[in-house]
């Protein structure tokens, strides 16, 4: 069964938007991380948040994380066109298998 | 680098066929898997491995095996195909120890007529 659960499901926003789009997970982590899978492409490693930490950014990108309520979240500040894709949130279930959400995915209209 | 590499990029396949995905890192990764991705599903682990030599399943194993012989290279065998198992195929590898980001190939689109 699938870890995290991304919510929306799928989002659209203007170009110059932000984007923000939910996790929640079910047990304990060591860490969080968010990918991005452009159409017809492999996944991408956008960032990881360890548990003891609460917020992280890279570059356009912030993470929130709230262990108290198994939950995280990715703004995307000033989207572009190059941001559509779908995002993806995943966690460790034990030391080697990482299980994903469903997405979210992203439409930045021009 | 490379990075991860997948072949072939796109297979049809018969019912009952069989075919063998190969999937080839040169980061020097301990650890490699196999997901499968389906729609409004996610990725799902089909199987993965730790190290050269070893092998372990996943959420969804029933229908494939999978070899290491090499640390760079891990295939996905499918011995007698089955239209469930039309399906887009990545590889992934991550560095050793565990919990550290995974590295994804471009994915290999499988169609079971």
């Known amino acids: 069964s699938q870890q995290g659960e991304e919510d929306p499901q799928a989002l659209s926003i203007q170009e110059g938007e932000n984007a923000t789009m939910n996790c929640s997970y079910k047990t304990s982590i060591n860490n969080l991380q968010w990918y991005r899978q452009n159409s017809g492409r492999g996944l991408v490693h956008l960032i990881l948040i360890r548990s003891n930490e609460r917020e992280k950014h890279s570059g356009r990108l912030r993470v929130t994380l709230d262990t108290s309520k198994k939950s995280s979240s990715l703004l995307i500040t000033a989207s572009r066109a190059a941001d559509t894709a779908s995002y993806f949130c995943a966690t460790y279930t034990n030391d080697y298998k990482l299980s994903f959400g469903a997405g979210t995915t992203v439409t930045v209209r021009a | 680098n490379a990075g991860v590499t997948q072949t072939p990029k796109f297979r049809v396949l018969k019912t009952g066929q069989s075919m063998t995905l190969l999937c080839a890192q040169d980061m020097n990764h301990e650890y490699m898997y196999w997901y499968r991705q389906d729609p409004g599903m996610g990725l799902r682990l089909i199987h993965y491995s730790v190290g050269e030599g070893t092998t372990a399943k996943g959420e969804v194993p029933d229908g494939y095996n999978v070899s290491r012989l090499k640390k760079q290279n891990f295939l996905l065998g499918l011995e007698s195909a089955a239209p469930s198992q039309t399906s887009v195929y990545f590889c992934?590898?991550?560095?050793?120890?565990?919990?550290?980001?995974?590295?994804f190939g471009p994915g290999t689109r499988l169609t079971v007529t």
């Open positions: 992934a590898s991550s560095s050793y120890r565990g919990h550290y980001e995974q590295y």
